[in-house]
């Protein structure tokens, strides 16, 4: 979903992180699955910002994590690895163009 204006500020990204109750009843686990993806995150995010910010660009990133377990971090942090790549390699958000009126 394109994002029509993000706050002005010096980060290109604005990113966040959830874990289903109904997947992690815990709260102690849903908060382990979120600190877990954040950490993984925050090490990696470099490469994407320094892109977005040579393009001007800006993001808006939600990420839920819907595993039934908690991974170890290095498999987190190599899913976020993909997600970043993904993230990067987008070039301009394009808009569909809207479909044709028919006319009745």
């Not at 706050?7 to 289903?20: N, R, Y």
């Not at 993806?37 to 470099?46: I, M, N, P, V, Y």
């Not at 990420?63 to 990067?88: C, E, G, H, M, W």
């Amino acid at each position: 979903m394109p994002v029509d204006a993000l706050p002005a500020g010096k980060h290109p990204v604005q990113v966040g992180f959830s874990a289903s109750t109904r997947r992690f009843p815990h709260a102690t686990d849903r908060n382990r699955v979120k600190r877990l993806t954040r950490e993984a995150w925050r090490l990696q995010k470099h490469q994407l910002y320094e892109q977005l910010q040579s393009q001007s660009r800006k993001l808006a990133v939600f990420l839920i994590y819907t595993d039934k377990n908690i991974q170890p971090f290095s498999t987190v942090q190599s899913k976020i690895s993909v997600i970043l790549r993904k993230l990067a390699a987008t070039g301009e958000p394009t808009v569909p163009p809207l479909p044709p009126i028919p006319n009745y």
